[in-house]
């Protein structure tokens, strides 16, 4: 199964952009990147997917790279509420999300 | 509205005792997920389900058992045969597509006394 990598925790000033990076080399060509993100004691809430073009939506954007070993979720404005743990994940032909251990993302005001 | 419910929410439980916990949706999803998340982790599939009346074993099934009467419901039993239950337990719903996101429900915090 493809994995990725992702730095264990980074922080960021509130109202400046934050950019989180994911390494994942041995994705496979019918991957799609998922980014999810986690407050304490909550379900993971779905944030944004690619895959092989840039997207954006309301919450973030994400830059996928030309060869598609790595990806970069962009906040483009962070808030004290943007403080979670950021997970990039690979879904597979088999439906199924392969999670890492995520990115611990401090917002400091 | 549309969602995912868990319930409990908090569950304590002696040693030796099985026990379940319930995941219902009204998004009229086919495809149906449990994990556990063990603290400081990432999530670990349980067990998944695609159709009413099939599902298949995920990373770490063993201990657990699950049934898929309902498009809509979806119950996780823990059992006594689970050597390490206490955890964070989550459901999630989905469709098909390798594009579709999860939703998750809010999750069961499962302890053993």
Redesign the interface.
Known sequence: DAKTTQPNSMESNEEEPVHLPCNHSTISG???I?W?RQLP??????VI?G?TSNVNNRMASLAIAEDRKSSTLILHRATLRDAAVY?CIL???N???I????TKLIIKP | DGG?TQSPKYLFRKEGQNVTLSCEQNLNHD?M?W?RQDP??????IY?S?IVNDFQK?DIAEGYSVSREKKESFPLTVTSAQKNPTA?Y?C?S?G?G??D???????T?LTVL
Do not use: K, N, V
């Open positions: 019918t991957d799609y998922h999810y004691s909550q379900g993971p809430e779905y997917h895959l997970y879904r597979d032909s439906y199924q999300l999670w890492g251990a995520g | 995912i495809a997920y994990y400081g982790q990432g999530l670990r599939l998944y695609q995920g964070f989550l999630a989905s098909l390798t594009a996101e999860q939703f998750f429900g809010p999750g915090r």
